[in-house]
């Protein structure tokens, strides 16, 4: 599909959107007003992003009347939230309207456009977002649908131009940056000229059943590349990639990113200066002191800055930006040094992660470069089933904490018989047999008390998990500065809605 049509099939094409409070929702529906769709949309509650998609000049209704579709309206698009009885799509289905999901719509959206997709369990937000970032500061005008807030691209999307505007692709379809969600397959909507592939771990297995299952997913979306005579092209880590099971046979070029000698891209990371540089065939290619901490951040910066070079970016403009990226919201988010009302003084941290992988990586990273005198972790478990079936794991992940608080496993998704089959209290003494000191309490203002008593100075306080966990960091800071009477705390940037995760 050219740019011309693309222009041609958004122009004026009225669109609603059912449940468009949703991070993705809401940065679609700008994407294509910008584009010169006619949006319209409307969401079960008000929040702060129904509120700015208003002052953006988009029409939103609260609840769920059937009415809020427009008789005009020539598509809908829902929310993976949004249910097959839901009343707007039933009057939109009454009155002929085609309707899609979101993974489908963001696909289209991807048509006339050089598309980088960024998969993997794992980094997904965070590549996302900084590679948009690169592209942004060498001038290469992207367009960015992430799902978590990124200050530095003024959200978490991002119109660009239609073609890129300066460097070696100059001319080309404009670049488009976006997340590709595996949880039930919707990545296979996506349209990628180019693609990454970070990690593939047990998650999901709700959905999938099995990590068999998971890296079939993986190739498929793999698959979807374009040959390489038509620029299709795959960056997939060397290790836990499953590179060989997801790119064996393919007809896009594939190169490996890691730590080893063999990778085509090798990345060497010193954790002490948090600087790190990247090789390709014996020549240093990139080198970087970043801002973000840790093992798993140098490895996502280092696929940003080679899928930045794939692009046409500029070696200095790559470096100078991956050294100046700040990150994401709720992506091991300071919100500063506090005063407690126990007189406490400590560091509180705000996190996303909710898979064991992502909670060891952030302990370890945290250790290493605030070195608290205690690491308190408060961890909120997202779904039952993942609680279940990764239990194990959950109880082998948090050894750098000095104490563990496990808040109520948040409960979405999952049926009401999973809902008996594991609770907090049995993680926590998952983390107590393994010599890691846990307690579990069930209301967040409890959670928020026991903290207030338990810290003392030097701590370092981590709240995890892609529930609402969020709010009892921001409320621990909050209460310090009412105790303070003035800012002792750094002041916070907004949370991040939590995604489905």
């Not at 953006?56 to 020539?74: C, K, L, M, Q």
């Not at 620029?231 to 990639?241: F, K, P, T």
């Not at 790119?247 to 090798?266: I, K, M, N, Q």
């Not at 400590?346 to 070195?371: M, N, S």
Request: proline share 4%; charged share 20%.
């Amino acid at each position: 599909m050219s740019t011309r049509t693309d222009a041609l099939v958004w122009s004026s094409l009225p669109i609603h959107f059912i449940g468009i409070g949703g991070c993705g929702m809401s940065g679609l529906a700008l994407m294509l007003r910008a584009r010169g769709a006619l949006v319209t949309g409307a969401d079960q509650c008000e929040s702060e992003t129904t509120v700015s998609l208003r002052s953006h000049g988009v029409a939103v209704s609260i609840g769920t009347d059937p009415d809020s579709v427009p008789e005009a309206t020539r598509l809908v698009v829902a929310s993976a939230a949004i249910k097959s009885d839901h009343p707007e799509l039933a009057r939109a289905h009454a009155l002929g309207i085609e309707s899609i999901t979101y993974a489908e719509a963001l696909g289209r959206a991807q048509a006339a456009r050089t598309t980088v997709s960024i998969a993997g369990t794992h980094g997904k937000s965070t590549t996302t977002a900084l590679l948009a970032y690169v592209l942004v500061e060498a001038g290469l005008d992207p367009s960015v649908i992430v799902g978590a807030n990124c200050p530095q691209l003024g959200g978490g999307t991002r119109t660009g131009s239609e073609l890129v505007p300066l460097g070696a692709r100059a001319g080309a379809p404009g670049v488009f940056v976006a997340e590709a969600c595996e949880y039930s397959r919707s990545f296979h909507s996506q349209r990628p000229t180019l693609a990454l592939i970070n990690n593939i771990e047990e998650d999901h297995l709700d959905c999938y059943g099995s990590l068999d299952e998971i890296v079939k997913a993986f190739r498929a979306f793999a698959g979807l590349l374009p040959a390489a005579s038509a620029g299709g092209r795959l960056l997939v880590a060397h290790e836990g990639g499953h590179r060989r099971a997801v790119a064996s046979g393919l007809e896009a070029e594939v190169a490996t990113f890691g730590w080893s000698p063999s990778a085509d891209y090798r990345v060497d990371y010193d954790p002490i200066s948090n600087s790190a540089t990247l090789w390709h065939k014996g020549a240093e290619i990139l080198a970087w002191r970043g801002r973000l901490i840790g093992e798993h951040n140098a490895l996502n910066s280092a696929a940003a800055g080679i899928l930045a070079l794939w692009l046409g970016a500029e070696r200095a403009a790559i470096e100078a930006a991956i050294g100046s990226f700040q990150g994401l919201d709720r992506r091991m988010q300071s919100l500063g040094e506090c005063t407690l009302r126990s007189g406490a003084r400590v560091k509180i941290f705000d996190d996303y992660g909710h898979h064991p992988t992502e909670c060891e990586r952030t302990l370890t990273a945290l250790r290493t470069a605030e070195q608290p005198s205690r690491l308190i972790c408060v961890f909120q478990p997202h779904q039952h089933s993942r609680t279940r079936f990764l239990l194990e794991q959950f109880a082998q992940s948090f050894s750098k904490a000095d104490l563990v608080v496990v808040a109520p496993i948040y409960f979405v998704r999952d049926s009401e018989i999973e809902k008996t089959l594991v609770s907090a209290a049995d993680l926590a003494e998952k983390l107590n047999s393994r010599g890691t000191r846990a307690i579990a309490i069930d209301a967040f203002d409890a959670i928020t008390a026991f903290l207030e008593e338990e810290a003392r100075d030097g701590d370092l306080i981590v709240v995890m998990g892609a529930g609402p966990v969020w709010t009892i960091a921001h409320a621990l800071a909050a209460r310090a500065l009412e105790h303070a009477g003035q800012a002792s705390c750094a002041p916070p940037r907004a949370a991040a809605s939590p995604d489905a995760g």
